[in-house]
């Protein structure tokens, strides 16, 4: 493994390279790349409720491939933790526009686990960047919105909106300080800084919901 991961507890990073083993074993030459991104990939494996973010692209993901490989995600995301997002390696190309701030992250931050690097020369346009970005931005309000009233009740169904906010839209606004032309911090409470002092606000409650999301309280998982 590589620097990023020098952090991450035995526990987890033990089941991710088991998790890596199975995949090769059942998909082989099909999986043609595995890549960490996100938070661990900037340096934060260590820091608790950090997910491991792991695009796979392969070259078949039918759903004969996909029901042989979801045993070792679902035992990894039980167990270390492991995000993964699937997309099949035709797609990566087609997909740069759409997912234009997704990728454009990933690109900037990302180990190569397994195979090739699929972003080594990969074109982004980010000429609709602006419009993606405010499309997150202002989804995730919906949903909040939604989750929220429609939890209401039951007081840990609106905590957990609310923690499940914060951890969606740090990705867009990550792509929101670039499109301003500031700096983009890779540790998140500097970003939640950079953020609070570009956009003339108070981002302490949004790093204390981030907080709170690393100390297992997101989805249930409440100590």
């Not at 035995?10 to 995949?23: C, G, Q």
């Not at 070259?59 to 679902?74: N, R, T």
């Not at 997309?87 to 701030?101: G, N």
């Amino acid at each position: 493994m590589t620097a990023p991961l020098d952090g991450l507890p035995r526990e987890r990073r033990r089941e991710l390279d088991l998790l890596l083993h199975e995949l090769q074993a059942r998909l082989g030459r099909s999986l043609r790349s595995a890549i960490l991104f996100g938070p661990a990939a900037r340096g934060e494996a260590g820091l608790r409720g950090v997910d491991l973010n792991l695009l796979l692209l392969v070259d078949d993901l039918d759903f004969h491939g996909l029901d042989q490989i979801a045993p070792a995600l679902h035992r990894a995301r039980k167990l270390a933790g492991v995000a993964p997002t699937l997309l099949a390696w035709s797609e990566l190309k087609p997909s740069a526009d759409v997912f234009s701030a997704k990728f454009s992250d990933i690109a900037a931050d990302h180990v190569v686990l397994l195979g090739e690097d699929p972003f080594d020369g990969l074109e982004i346009d980010l000429s609709e960047l602006r419009f993606v970005v405010e499309f997150e931005l202002r989804s995730a309000l919906l949903r909040l919105r939604q989750s929220f009233v429609l939890g209401r009740e039951d007081g840990f169904a609106a905590q957990d909106a609310l923690l499940g906010f914060a951890g969606t839209v740090v990705g867009p606004l990550r792509s929101l300080l670039g499109l301003l032309g500031l700096p983009v911090p890779k540790p998140t409470p500097a970003l939640v800084a950079a953020l609070g002092q570009a956009l003339g606000c108070d981002a302490s409650v949004l790093l204390r919901l981030l907080e709170a999301r690393g100390h297992g309280y997101l989805l249930g998982q409440r100590q």
